[in-house]
């Protein structure tokens, strides 16, 4: 089942603010899609649409005239807050594809962003010292036409810019309709954020990157004991689109006793990329349930973090029992505007790289600041278990 969002709804479940994207040099007005390489994409896809309860909308591959690799876009929720997955795998040994997928593992390679205006993006782009991937061009079919380019942005991580105002296919010329409806329900109805993580030093030149480059401004800083345990810490600040729908927290290593879950991203994705995907669910109480019962692991939380009663004199009144969230291993955290729900799972495929987060906001704006230290604990538990603490 799909459910439609208004404003009002997406200011509830992703933060949104009003925002007037023609005083932008860059506009962006939301998320394109999530471009993954992976191994195996028509495993994956059907990982997706079983497991999240994602719909298979189009598809891409030999039998459509792609030699090079297979791609199956997949969709969860409705409206401005939809989300696309694009799921890609190498089909020729010699596709760039395959390269990618070698060096870093199953993760994403793109990060697309919707814009109004590609030609005028990548304009102001080259003049901040951005650099180019694909110049602005169009791509067509019997659908319309898509406007896109594309910038670099940390590690072998794009962003491509499109513009679909004229083009009322699945998804870009080249994939054919092919649908296949998820089982049962879906467990996310909008991208929250992206979390990249960065080289040590790095996370400064970045956050000026996404300023200079695409008008970002900050949402949040974390440094010091806000971001550390006993063992190790890291450094993180938060840029958002002006509409608050595209976030990036973007993270560093610090110096600690031991080597941080940064540090161990860096070392198995080789080089800097996309950390984790938080994906914004309307009851994440269903969403761990059915995740669960299909063989999800998440971070175990220890009792202890629900029966402190700082914790539960901090976050007040929530939607449901407390008790409830300590059977699944909820966190919740509450800030000046309101609370959130939050839990991770484990890394999605083999390296121990990329995972999912499951947010439910209830006003706040935050990012669990008040659970940081639990979650880094929970990591390191498990990268203890790896042997790469």
Partial sequence: MTVSFSKDDLRELVGLVAHDPSADEFPVTGWDAVVWVVGNATLTAHYFRTVYGMDLVAYSGPETGNRDHHGYLLTSGEGDAAVRFVVTGAVDPDSPLAEHHRRHGDGVGDIALRVPDVDRCIEHARRAGARILDEPHDVSDEHGTVRIAAIAAYGDT??????????????????????????????????????????????????????RVMGFTNMAEFIGADIATDYSALMSKVVASGNHMVKFPLNEPAAGKR???????????????????????????????RLRAAGVEFLATPDSYYDDPELRARIGRVRVPVEELKKRGILVDRDEDGYLLQIFTKPFGDRPTVFFELIERHGSAGFGKGNFRALFEAIEREQAARGNL
């Fill in 158 to 211: 794009r962003h491509t810019l499109v513009d679909r105002s004229r083009y009322h296919g699945p998804y870009l010329p080249g994939y054919q309709a092919r649908h296949q409806p998820g089982s049962g329900e879906q467990v996310f109805q909008a991208l929250d954020h992206v979390v990249g993580n960065v080289e040590l030093g790095a996370m400064d030149r970045w956050v000026d990157f996404y300023h």
């Fill in 259 to 289: 080597k941080s879950q940064i540090d161990e991203f860096l070392r198995f994705y080789q080089g800097p990329g996309a950390q984790h995907l938080a994906l914004a669910t309307t009851d994440i109480l269903a969403a761990v349930d």
